[in-house]
């Protein structure tokens, strides 16, 4: 069992930079590939940024080159840097865990997944 717990949401104005962490329980992070999605409302969760085990990081095209996914094995953490916001990138952010990760860009593969934080970007 892995719980993952996303802090580092909040308001901020377009232009503007956030970073969100993931913080995982369990002895067993390094083994897990980790994503980022977020949904908004009245839209699905759509997938943000992934790393794999051996820290490989896949972007959606709409934050490539303004978000950066990190992870810590360490600290048993992910981190998504998020610079030069968007009002349309408000929505609530989704840490997931998947086994092995082999397809990190498909949220039905995850099997853990936090609560969610809230972005919100004003113009």
């Known amino acids: 069992q892995v719980q993952l717990v996303e802090s580092g949401g909040g308001s901020v104005q377009a232009g503007g930079s956030l970073r969100l962490s993931c913080a995982a329980s369990?002895?067993?992070?390094?083994?897990?590939?980790m994503g980022w999605f977020r949904q908004a409302p009245g839209k699905e969760r759509e997938f943000v940024a992934a790393i794999g085990r051996s820290g490989s990081t896949y972007y959606a095209d709409f934050v490539k080159g303004r978000f950066t996914i990190s992870r810590d094995n360490a600290k048993n953490t992910v981190y998504l840097q998020m610079n030069s916001l968007k009002p349309e990138d408000t929505a609530v952010y989704y840490c997931?865990?998947?086994?092995?990760?082999?397809?990190?860009?498909?949220?039905?593969?995850?099997?853990?997944w936090g609560q969610g934080t809230q972005v919100t970007v004003s113009s």
């Open positions: 369990g002895s067993t992070f390094s083994t897990y590939g």
């Open positions: 997931g865990a998947q086994r092995g990760g082999s397809y990190l860009y498909s949220r039905s593969w995850y099997d853990y």
